[in-house]
């Protein structure tokens, strides 16, 4: 089989293949989402559907014996976000098509790290293959975005139009309303890049820097070559703010801060990157706007602020929806309940008349086709209240405390993990089930992706995951 893969079942097809298009979430082949349209989450719900009686048997056994690594509460979130959404849906709205989005793609989160973890904990399929198939698709990604930046340039027609069709909302060219000209790899935006390099890349490099550093190695050289050619090609503001907080937190994870020598090799790169954070705040127009001008300097970023106002408000207003939410798909229903109090909140800010009324407009306008909030925080607070924040907070602090995996590397990478949700809202899908399944596979004595292994990369001896 192509990269070495094996197969133990049809259904394993699905999980290979959920790999191999994990960069591919903007084409018009995909399944349209708000703002992206992704392919690899459906195939990991299939792929857990298929195997229905293995996660049957794994929450059985895990119900039986406390203690088990499958993190069976996270299978169940969805069934407490359903119960919290019935008093919104009782008591505000039901808006299904909507309310089957929201629910859909958080039981694709909980698949998404079920699939990891009866791929390699239960079937025990080769792992060095998987990362293999990443790089290579990765690297493939990043070629469709050279030829594109060289489309760009040269105006090859030919190429700009192929692309223009195959993007659900192209880039590649002037014309395009969301700002075009830029090189959109295979991702439903330019800006979408950080969260495939830092929410999936390089929390793979941190697992296998000690135990395949081969494979780490070449995934640090995708990332930096991804992330420097992504900022030189111009393809967005994003990459390069994600490229600074990604690197802060390399440097904090490579430091040996109880060590004089790499403490100070360590202060040294910190104000190295502070001043890469100068530089690039005094030259890109985006970032020297927000900085001179605050939230109105970028219609982006004064959008997240409003935004999110609108459905932040309607919960203060109401505070059983606080702490029960309005349910699932009730974004828009919450936006228009707090609207009034947003718009009086906007002008007590100090912001200018012409982007109240442009956030007043959009208050008005909103429907739950088009209602999205640009804040994962949001969204998921508006709809499923503080409970439901609450609980998804406690699982995963739980999760982390209860597998003893508490370490420089952990607290890095959930900070991490929680930046990208701020600046991608949901579309950073994948960084929260990868964390997930890393530290469910510390918990006990269960067999990791990264142990003494054969020369396949299946795992064979348990061996304990050192903190870093």
């Not at 002008?347 to 959009?362: H, I, P, R, T």
């Not at 269960?446 to 061996?463: K, L």
Request: aromatic residues 12%.
């Amino acid at each position: 089989m192509p990269f070495g893969i094996r197969i133990q079942s049809r259904s394993d097809y699905l999980f290979y293949l959920a790999l191999a298009l994990l960069p591919v979430d903007g084409t018009v082949i995909g399944i349209y989402m708000p703002f992206w349209t992704p392919i690899s989450p459906w195939l990991f719900l299939l792929y857990a559907a298929a195997n229905w009686r293995t996660i049957a048997k794994l929450i059985r056994s895990d119900l039986r014996h406390n203690g088990s690594a499958f993190p069976t509460p996270f299978i169940l979130l969805p069934l407490v976000l359903i119960a919290l959404s019935a008093f919104g849906w009782l008591t505000t709205a039901f808006h299904p098509v909507q309310a089957l989005n929201s629910l859909l793609a958080t039981a694709s989160v909980a698949a998404c790290f079920v699939s990891l973890y009866i791929a390699i904990q239960e079937k025990h399929l080769p792992w060095r293959p998987m990362v293999n198939i990443l790089l290579a698709v990765y690297w493939l990604a990043f070629a469709v975005g050279v030829l594109q930046r060289v489309a760009v340039s040269l105006d090859i027609t030919c190429i700009r139009d192929y692309f223009a069709h195959l993007m659900s909302r192209e880039y590649i060219t002037a014309e395009s309303k969301w700002g075009g000209s830029r090189p959109q790899f295979l991702f439903a935006e330019p800006s979408y890049i950080g969260m495939h390099l830092f929410g999936v890349l390089l929390p793979l490099h941190w697992m296998l820097r000690s135990k395949a550093p081969d494979l780490a190695y070449n995934l640090a050289a995708l990332i930096i070559t991804f992330a420097t050619g992504a900022v030189l090609m111009g393809a967005g503001t994003r990459i390069i703010l994600d490229s600074l907080v990604a690197l802060t937190a390399v440097i904090v994870v490579a430091t040996a801060w109880r060590q004089r020598e790499s403490r100070h090799r360590g202060l040294l790169q910190l104000i190295g990157v502070v001043v890469l954070s100068v530089i690039a705040f005094a030259v890109n127009s985006r970032l020297s706007s927000i900085a001179e001008n605050g939230a109105e300097g970028d219609g982006s970023f004064f959008a997240r602020v409003w935004q999110s106002l609108g459905v932040l408000c309607g919960l203060a207003k109401h505070p059983m929806h606080l702490l029960f939410g309005f349910g699932a798909g009730n974004l828009s229903d919450a936006t228009h309940l707090g609207s009034g109090t947003a718009v009086h909140a906007l002008q007590l800010l100090g912001f200018s008349a012409n982007n109240v009324f442009k956030a007043e407009q959009w208050y008005a306008n909103v429907t739950p086709n088009n209602m999205f909030t640009m804040s994962a925080y949001t969204s998921f607070l508006g709809e499923f209240g503080l409970i439901g924040l609450a609980v998804l907070i406690s699982l995963v602090i739980s999760q982390v405390t209860d597998a003893h995996a508490w370490s420089k590397t952990t607290i890095c990478w959930l900070l991490l993990v929680a930046y990208l949700y701020t600046q991608f809202e949901g579309y950073a899908f994948y960084a929260l089930p990868l964390f997930v399944w890393r530290t469910c596979i510390q918990a006990g004595n269960s067999t990791h992706i990264v142990t003494r292994a054969n020369d396949r990369g299946r795992s064979t001896i348990p061996e304990s995951v050192e903190a870093q």
